[in-house]
Antibody, heavy 122, light 108 residues
Framework: EVQLVQSGAEVKKPGESLKISCKGS????????IGWVRQMPGKGLEWMGI????????RYSPSFQGQVTISADKSISTAYLQWSSLKASDTAMYYC???????????????WGQGTLVTVSS | EIVMTQSPATLSVSPGERATLSCRAS??????LAWYQQKPGQAPRLLIY???TRATGIPARFSGSGSGTEFTLTISSLQSEDFAVYYC??????????FGQGTKVEIK
C-alpha cells in the first residue's frame, strides 16, 4: 500500500527556519516525482515545487522559487520542504503529493500526504 | 502561465440530482487535466485524470469529458458523501501551477 506520512504540525515565529518531511512507503521512492502543495486557510491549492528522488532533479513554481527549498533523501525515502526565514504569510497547510506515472513530471497526483499545518506567529 | 477557471464557484444540488462542473484553461492543455475532490479537514483525492479516466476506486457516477480548453466533471446522481470542493488541475506544462479556484458542491 502506497503511503505518504508527513511530519507533525509546527508553530514558529517569523524569521525562524523550518524543515518538514514526507516519508514514502509501499512503492519505489526513486521512480516517481514527489512535490509539495500549499493550501492557505480557506483557500485553494497551489503547487510549490517537485523533485525526482532518483536524481534530485528539482523544479519550482515561479511564485515559490527562491522562497523554499525542496530536497529528498532517497536512502530513507523522505522528501523535505524547507524555509530559511519564515513569514506570517507562510501560515498554511502543506501537502506532499506523489505523481501518478513513473518517471513522468507532467502527471496528475494520485497519492497525498495527510498534510502538515505550519503556523507562523509572533 | 496557464490559468484555470472553474465555474460555478458554488453549486447547490439536491441529493440524487446531477451536478455539472466546468473548468476552462487559458490555453490548450490537450487532455492533461485532472479533477480532485476535497472534503473539510482532508487531503484532496484524485477522481479523474487524462480528462476522462477514473482513478482507482472512484465510482462510476463520476465522469469527465473535454479536451483542449474546455472540460466538464459530471456527477450523475449526487450522494451525501459527494458534497465537497472540487478542483481541476492542468499538468500539460510544468509548472502545473494551475489548479482552478474550486467549485463547492453544497446541499440544496
Amino acid at each position: 500500500e502506497v503511503q505518504l506520512v508527513q511530519s507533525g504540525a509546527e508553530v514558529k515565529k517569523p524569521g525562524e527556519s523550518l524543515k518538514i518531511s514526507c516519508k514514502g512507503s509501499g512503492y519505489s521512492f526513486t521512480s516517481y516525482w514527489i512535490g509539495w502543495v500549499r493550501q492557505m486557510p480557506g483557500k485553494g491549492l497551489e503547487w510549490m515545487g517537485i523533485i525526482y528522488p532518483g536524481d534530485s532533479d528539482t523544479r519550482y513554481s515561479p511564485s515559490f522559487q527562491g522562497q523554499v527549498t525542496i530536497s529528498a533523501d532517497k536512502s530513507i525515502s523522505t522528501a523535505y520542504l524547507q524555509w530559511s526565514s519564515l513569514k506570517a504569510s507562510d501560515t498554511a497547510m502543506y501537502y506532499c503529493a506523489r505523481l501518478l506515472h513513473k518517471h513522468i513530471v507532467n502527471s496528475a497526483v494520485d497519492y497525498w500526504g495527510q498534510g502538515t499545518l505550519v503556523t507562523v506567529s509572533s | 502561465e496557464i490559468v484555470m477557471t472553474q465555474s460555478p464557484a458554488t453549486l447547490s444540488v439536491s441529493p440524487g440530482e446531477r451536478a455539472t462542473l466546468s473548468c476552462r484553461a487559458s490555453q490548450s492543455v490537450s487532455s492533461n487535466l485532472a479533477w480532485y475532490q476535497q472534503k473539510p479537514g482532508q487531503a484532496p483525492r484524485l477522481l479523474i485524470y487524462g480528462a476522462s479516466t477514473r482513478a482507482t476506486g472512484i465510482p462510476a457516477r463520476f465522469s469527465g469529458s473535454g479536451s483542449g480548453t474546455e472540460f466538464t466533471l459530471t456527477i450523475s446522481s449526487l450522494q451525501s458523501e459527494d458534497f465537497a470542493v472540487y478542483y481541476c488541475q492542468q499538468y500539460n506544462n510544468w509548472p502545473p501551477t494551475a489548479f482552478g479556484q474550486g467549485t463547492k458542491v453544497e446541499i440544496k
